[in-house]
């Protein structure tokens, strides 16, 4: 029996190829700074977390994961260079244990998650019995992983990650492609160097897929994925289609039809016209892998997302606290038009993630939160970047008074916390939204009402 070893095993994306990875019999051992609860039910399952990092972790270890957080010169990977133990990316590990089965990789800049996820949920409901990999918790799944005796293997594929390109897996899923994870010039492991790298990337690993499904409503996509064998789905092109879609406060109904003959009538418990364009990637993807789309549509009707995609934190004084992983400003507006839906007057409290893509996109951030009520922005999370100077919030709040916004305003955490609790009331939606710690402050405004 192998023994591997994941650094950082309390993120979303190593647990999961931990748990995989245990599940298939190896021997599993892990170490995080701090160890997250999905780190803690790894532990409760036998996997060995410890806490910290050691190069002593390393003995009788056969293979080193890293992840991305990583650095090269890290102790224990010098440890196991010294030692000649192999050091593996967390993209290596997914790519080995999609070619153990029937694969199917969701990819994009925005949606992959909700995706991945929904396939996942129809697969389980429908029994094909899938192990899936996605990176959010999924109330329906039981986590961010799943085991199954199936065929068929279900994963995210992070777009972020350059390595994605390797990834070989038998239906590709691309939901889109737009210029999140770009630096100039940077030699980073969550950025590609400029967005030819991004779509050249894109490319390969759809070049390598036996067959791809595409957002065909997304320009870039239509064109990346010439020449190769390929479906579309979307909106106004592609085979697969979403027609009389009709967008209600907490959720969506819609035909999906195939080649301009219905298949199913579909009615979804998720909100906003993003979920259904998801939610038709999803459904074709079964079609595609031979299941029934009335009974896939059927499934599809009990999903109830995933953790911080428009997920319910509480409620305050009558005023319904939801919380939101959007942190580019395409996802910020699809957000805010699902969050309009409602008829609420929508107060968001954006937390802005990374010094890199603040400075990148706070005017369109700024942009894509104009159609809020009104608008907290904190200042960055920095998800271990270094500060840039000049780059905070600010910009955002600022720039949204400059568009004629006299409800926006850049204020520390305390402050709009206290604000909120004061001001909330029955017809609110206080929406928190952002990729870092933002879902606390809901957290907080709901159990301070208790």
Known sequence: MKHVHFMGIGGVGISALAYVLHREGWKVSGCDARPSELA????????????????????????????????EDHPERRAAARAGVPVMARMQVLAGILERGRSIGVSGTHGKTTTTSMIAHVFTELGADPVVLVGATVPSLGGNARWGAG????????????????????????TNLEDDHVAAGAARQTYHADYASLRAAARAYAARAGRVLYNADWAELEALTEGLERVGYGFERGRYRAEDVRLEAGGSRFVLTHDGAALAEVALAVPGRHNVENAVAA???????????????????????????????????????????????????????????????VRVVFQPHRYLRTQQMWARFAE?????????VLDVYAASEEPIPGVSGALIADRLRELGHERARFAAWEEVRGALAESAKAGDLILTMGAGDVWKLGRELVEGAR
Do not use: M
């Open 283 to 345: 459904l074709a993807t079964a079609h595609l892998e031979g299941l029934d789309p009335a009974l896939a549509a059927c499934a599809l009707a009990g999903y109830k997302g995933a953790a911080r995609r428009f997920q319910t934190t509480g409620h305050l004084r009558g005023a319904w606290v939801v919380d939101d992983y959007a942190h580019h400003p395409t996802e910020v507006r699809a957000t805010l038009a699902a969050a309009r839906a409602t008829g609420r007057r």
């Open 40 to 71: 803690r039910r790894l532990g409760e399952l036998g996997v060995e977390v410890r806490t910290g990092h050691d190069p002593a972790h390393l003995e009788g270890v056969d293979v080193l994961v890293a992840s991305n957080a990583v650095p």
């Open 151 to 174: 065929r068929h293997r279900i994963a995210e594929v992070d777009e972020s990650d350059p390595l994605f390109a390797e990834v070989a897996v038998d239906l590709a899923v691309l």
């Open 368 to 376: 894509a939160l104009r159609d809020a009520d009104e608008v907290w």
